[in-house]
């Protein structure tokens, strides 16, 4: 089944999203300066013909990929044959994609798409490695956070890491800022904070992991 194809402009930046692709219903975004025609592609799942189609009006610089779980790589050896340019992710996630990977980001890091700025999120939990590109009232946020709660994690003390991550350096931006998951729809940073108020006014068990929402853990 094809992605679905959603496009916002905000000045000179425009945000493409396609999905959902792929066996794990991803999200892939295509970050563009309209004044240049330069653009990045984040993440690479399964179904890349699809970004491909979409990023050939764009003068793509590099690939970012958000982390290194198998669905936001399975697409890559396609992708890289149709957009041949450095692929990107943060140092404890190159394995074990490393073969593909030119580089590597680090928080604080910013990432230059023609005029326009986005700066790298460090959010472990979901995995070491994760990270967050944050640019104006946007954010695109792998798999670190959703409508209604974080990404899965496998044990508590990485479940503890991810809301540290998330309320640390996510809930800290703006409450109109724009959440772009790595699957699903989107939502708000205002929207998740008071669904994690609900969460954080509750007891937990002490092993508490896994597909953990904000309103129903």
């Not at 309209?34 to 592609?41: E, G, K, L, M, R």
């Not at 991550?165 to 989107?186: K, M």
Request: hydrophobic residues 35%; contains cysteine.
């Amino acid at each position: 089944m094809a992605g679905e194809v959603t496009s916002v402009r905000d000045g000179k930046l425009q945000l493409i999203k396609i999905g959902p692709l792929g066996f794990n219903s991803n999200n892939v975004y295509i970050i563009a300066d309209t004044t240049t025609n330069d653009a990045i592609v984040i993440d690479a799942p399964e179904g890349s013909d699809e970004v491909i189609a979409e990023a050939k009006p764009f003068n793509v610089k590099q690939i970012v990929v958000t982390h290194r779980h198998r669905d936001h790589w399975a697409g890559i050896d396609m992708l890289k044959g149709g957009i041949d340019v450095p692929v990107l992710t943060h140092e404890l996630d190159r394995e074990p994609y490393a073969q593909y990977v030119s580089g590597t980001l680090a928080h604080g890091d910013e990432v230059s798409v023609g005029g326009l700025t986005l700066k790298v999120i460090h959010t472990p939990g979901h995995t070491p490695g994760c990270i967050c590109l944050s640019i104006g009232e946007h954010l695109i946020a792998g798999d670190t956070l959703f409508p209604g709660g974080p990404g899965r994690t496998r044990t508590p003390e990485d479940l503890q890491t991810s809301i540290a991550s998330i309320t640390g350096s996510l809930y800290v931006l703006p409450d109109n800022t724009n959440v772009y998951p790595g699957h699903g729809a989107n939502t708000t940073i205002g929207a998740s904070k008071a669904e994690y108020a609900v969460f954080a006014a509750k007891q937990h068990p002490a092993d508490l992991a896994g597909d953990v929402t904000w309103l129903n853990s």
